[in-house]
Every structure is written in C-alpha cells, then in structure tokens.
C-alpha cells in the first residue's frame, strides 16, 4: 500500500518504555460500571480484548434512517509534538501513524457526506505492557480498541505475530488490522456500541456471542469501506493480503488450531469465510451502508 508521502496522525501517543508493572486490573474509565470484556482481538485465539457494547440489533447507522453521530465526550486529544515523535521510532510506527491519518480523512469524507462530523480515535504505541482507560495493555492481547477513552491500543510486535505466526504477511494486512479498530470507533460514534451492550445484557451467552460476531463483521465491512475510499493507494495483491489475514483470524481457523475442532456457538469474530466476505463487501461498494450485518443472516 503506497503511504510513503502520506501525513501522519496528530492523534498518536506513546507508552513504550513505560514501567506499568504486573497491575492492570479493569479500569471503570469514569463510567460507573463494569466493562465488558469481549472479544475483538486480531488472532491470537481465546484471547480478549475491551471493547464495551455491540451493535443494536436491526439498526444501520448509514443505511439512510439512522441516529445522528454525537460520538462519545471523551478527548483523544494528544499534542503534535508527541505525536510526531511516536510516530518517528520505527518504520511499523510510522506506516501505523500513516494509515490512521488515511483513516481519519476517509471516515470524515464519509461523516460529511452524511451532514455529521468525525471525531478521530487517539492511537496509543505500547510495547509488552500498557495502560487504557478500560485497564491493563498487555501483548498477548492483541491490539484493540477502548471506547471509554476512544483510543486504538497496538503493540506493533502484533505485526511479526500476523506474518509468522498466522502467515498474514504484508503492509496491507498491518493496515487492516488498525482500519478494522477504527471500525470499532465509528460504531462507538454512531452510539450503537453502547445501545447493543445493552441487547447483550438481555440474553444468555450464546446470544451475546452472537451479537459480538456481527460486530466484528461490521468493523472487517469498515475496513473495507476504507480501502475503497483509497483504491488509488492499493498495489497489486494488497486486497489478497487482506484477505488471508481475514481468514487467518477467523474463529473456526484459529479454534482448529488451537484445539483440533470447531465451536460455532463459541464464535466471537465469526468464521473465515464470514469474515472474508464482508471484508470485500466493503471493498467491493466503499458504502457503509453495506455493512449492515444485523439484518438477516451474516
């Protein structure tokens, strides 16, 4: 993907080199609540990720009768200056840095088209171990997004992790991977993240799985929708790229990997296959309202 001559985000800052010790327990993050731990890690198989809430059940936000986007209050505010030094320790730091600017262009385009404004997600570096406003950062985690402070939390060894381990290779699917927890950003600003919590809470567990899948899927359909709106920037076989590291990452790839069988009712990101069509749905249109994984049948 060509973002050698891009910007770099604003939005970024850095914790690495950080001592955050072996605390780290779930932070309320000023909500009054416990946070929901559920799943929206990139891979690395029954690990889990913050992320509070889920989609409302039969509402797409772009589809046409939608809530208008207030987003949440929380700043992701950083400064230019630690930004830019974040964004200037390595080459994955900067193409990370790179891809979230393309990101935030992009959704605000989108937002505009639509009468809304975008309010961009601030990006924390981390190396081993962190600190979010939804509790402890740690590698093993993958990297995910906090909607109590409206950060995307990445511990770029998660890069070598996607190329060696699940043979996700590529800068297209490093730019998945932070285009997919945008995704989860705008469903935090569109106020549906918060609503689908709540339908969360008023069924069992498979149910809630369930919920969770279609959320997943919406963030991949996001993605996509980014890609699109960059078609110019793509080079040959980033859309293949992507599309491995959707299906490396799929629930029954990593579940037959890791335990020799398949557990759908257990799915929280949904299968290979799932998770590789709404990927190129997004791509294929550049239209969120696409992604409406919550009407029929994923």
Known sequence: MRLDDYRTSDNVGDQRGQDFGGG??????????????????????????????????GINPFGGGGRQAAGPATS?????????????????????????????????RIFAERGQSYRPAGFIFYDGRGQS???AAQAAMGPFYCPSDNRIYLDTSFYAELQNRFGAAGDFAQAYVIAHEVGHHVQALTGV??????????????????????VELQADCYAGVWAARNRDRLEPGDIEEGLRAAAAIGDDTLQR??????????????????????LKRGLD??????????????
């Open 133 to 135: 406003g939804c509790g």
């Open 193 to 214: 993240l918060e609503q689908a919590r709540a339908a969360q809470a008023r069924t069992d567990a498979r149910g809630g799985n369930r919920i969770q899948v279609r």
């Open 257 to 278: 990997a890791a335990q020799g069988r398949v557990v759908p009712e257990s799915f929280t990101h949904g299968s290979a296959a799932e998770r590789q069509t709404w």
């Open 24 to 57: 780290g327990g779930l932070g309320g993050g000023g909500l009054g609540l416990i946070l929901s731990l559920v799943g929206s890690r990139f891979g690395l198989g029954g690990i889990v990720v913050v992320v509070i809430g889920a989609m409302l059940l």
């Open 76 to 108: 992701t505010a950083i400064g230019q200056n630690a930004a830019a030094r974040a964004c200037a320790v390595d080459a994955a730091s900067r193409f990370s840095c790179q891809v979230l600017a393309s990101t935030e262009d992009s959704w605000a």
């Open 285 to 298: 249109s550049g239209d969120p309202a696409v992604c409406d994984t919550f009407t029929g049948a994923v």
